[in-house]
């Protein structure tokens, strides 16, 4: 069973449009988050959150917002897609302030 | 600004033989290191870590070594296989970080060679 899921893999798109990315956890961790892997293939933090608080990363454009249906859950929307959002984005989960598992990614690319 | 440095971006090593990837950080209110493994087309799977006070912490043929006063790091391997050939990322978290948020270095690509 996949601990740590996202879909879609793949996600091709026009500048402009507002999109979303799906992740869940079979871990029962209490903590998700969303990290993005640019061109330069630096891994960076985006959102963390947990059932009481969510933390954003100060340089994360308000087009991003997370989204928690449940404790299993956490989903990115971004609206307005830019060409500089081109990237691999990571989805995570942990009990906090322990190890954190990685889902496979998706790799967005705006046109 | 990177708080977390890999500077080599790739390293080749004989099957056999040990690899010894090496991790440096600017900010001394780190309070704990993973050191991740990534295969093409996956997510980052955790390896190994180490608390701040700690200088060595031992898995298997993973090794980590923590040296506080020079903030470096290193990730040794023995015997090194052809598996292990991934990219593997060092991460730290800040003390007290809400909610454990990491930083990554910029990962170093490990080849073993048959």
């Known amino acids: 069973d996949t601990a740590v899921s996202q879909t879609p893999k793949y996600l091709v798109t026009q500048m402009g449009n507002d999109k979303s990315i799906k992740c869940e956890q079979n871990?029962?961790?209490?903590?998700m988050y969303w990290y993005k892997q640019d061109s330069k293939k630096f891994l960076k933090i985006m959102f963390s959150?947990?059932?009481?608080?969510?933390?954003i990363n100060e340089t994360v454009p308000n087009r991003f917002s997370p989204k928690s249906p449940d404790k299993a859950h956490l989903n990115l929307h971004i609206n307005s897609l830019e060409l500089g959002d081109s990237a691999v984005y990571f989805c995570?989960?942990?009990?906090?302030?322990?190890?954190?598992?990685f889902g496979p990614g998706t790799r967005l690319t705006v046109l | 600004d990177q708080q977390v440095k890999q500077n080599s971006p790739s390293l080749s090593v004989q099957e056999g033989r040990i690899s010894i990837l090496n991790c440096d950080y600017t900010?001394?209110?780190?309070?704990?290191f993973l050191w991740y493994k990534k295969y093409p087309a996956e997510g980052p799977t955790f390896l190994i870590s180490?608390?701040?006070?700690?200088d060595k912490n031992e898995d298997g043929r993973f090794t980590v070594f923590l040296n506080k006063s020079a903030k470096h790091l290193s990730l040794h391997i023995v015997p090194s296989q052809p598996g292990d050939s991934a990219v593997y990322f060092c991460?730290?978290?800040?003390?007290?970080?809400?909610?454990?948020?990491?930083?990554f270095g910029k990962g170093t690509k490990l080849s073993v060679k048959p």
């Open positions: 991460a730290a978290r800040l003390l007290g970080g809400s909610q454990g948020n990491l930083i």
């Open positions: 900010n001394s209110m780190f309070d704990y």
């Open positions: 180490i608390s701040s006070i700690k």
């Open positions: 995570a989960s942990s009990q906090v302030s322990s190890t954190q598992y």
């Open positions: 959150y947990n059932n009481k608080e969510l933390i």
């Open positions: 871990l029962g961790h209490d903590t």
